[in-house]
C-alpha cells in the first residue's frame, strides 16, 4: 500500500470530484452546484490545490484560492477517513499556500459536522457566522 500527497493539476479534476460527490457531510446541494472548471480554475494559476493517491487512486483532495485567502475544499473519501489524510492535505495545502505568500485562511463549515471538530482540533479560530449559517473559521499559516 502506497500513499502519496501531491500537487493536483487541472487533469485530476474528474477525480477530485468524484471524491466530492461521496462525503456524507458539507454535500453538495446538487452535483452540479459546482462545475470540474472550477478545480481546474483553482488548481492552476488562481489556487492552490493537493491530493492525497492511495495505491494510485486520489482518495482525497485540498484546494484554496490565492485572491480570496480561502480555503474552497478540503475533502476525504469516507473510506479513507480517520487515518491522518485530512491532517496531511491540509499541512501541505498551507504549505502550498505560505509559498504564494499568504499569512491566514479562512473557511466555511456546516455546523455539527466531523469536520467542524477537526477544524477546532487543528487550530482554527471560529469567527462569525457565514451568511448560510455555517461556520466562518480562521487560521494563521505564518
Ligand atoms: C473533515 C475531514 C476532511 C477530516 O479528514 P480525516 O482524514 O478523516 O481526518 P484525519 O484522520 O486527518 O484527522 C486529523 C485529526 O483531527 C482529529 N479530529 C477529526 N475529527 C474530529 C472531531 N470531530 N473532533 C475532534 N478531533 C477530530 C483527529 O482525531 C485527528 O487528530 P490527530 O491528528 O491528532 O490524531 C473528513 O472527515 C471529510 O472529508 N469530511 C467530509 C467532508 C467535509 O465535511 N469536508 C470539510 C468541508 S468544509
New binding site residues.
Given amino acids: 500500500m502506497t500513499v502519496v500527497v501531491r500537487n493536483a493539476s487541472a487533469k485530476d479534476a474528474v477525480a477530485m470530484h468524484a471524491v466530492r460527490t461521496r462525503?456524507?457531510?458539507?454535500v453538495l446541494s446538487h452535483p452540479d452546484a459546482i462545475a470540474l472548471a472550477d478545480y481546474e480554475r483553482l488548481t492552476g494559476q488562481e489556487g492552490e490545490g493537493v491530493v492525497c493517491e492511495h495505491d494510485g487512486v486520489i482518495v482525497?483532495f485540498a484546494i484554496a484560492e490565492v485572491a480570496t485567502a480561502n480555503?474552497w475544499?478540503?475533502?476525504?473519501?469516507?473510506a479513507?477517513?480517520?487515518?491522518?489524510?485530512?491532517?496531511?492535505?491540509?499541512d501541505a495545502l498551507f504549505k502550498a499556500m505560505k509559498r504564494r505568500g499568504l499569512a491566514s485562511l479562512w473557511?466555511?463549515?456546516?455546523r455539527g459536522?466531523?469536520?467542524?471538530?477537526?477544524?477546532?482540533?487543528?487550530g482554527w479560530v471560529e469567527c462569525e457566522n457565514a451568511s448560510s449559517g455555517d461556520a466562518r473559521f480562521e487560521r494563521s499559516i505564518g
Fill in positions: 462525503v456524507k457531510e458539507n482525497g480555503v475544499a478540503l475533502f476525504v473519501d469516507p479513507h477517513e480517520r487515518k491522518g489524510i485530512g491532517r496531511a492535505l491540509q473557511l466555511t463549515t456546516e459536522t466531523r469536520a467542524e471538530g477537526f477544524y477546532r482540533a487543528s
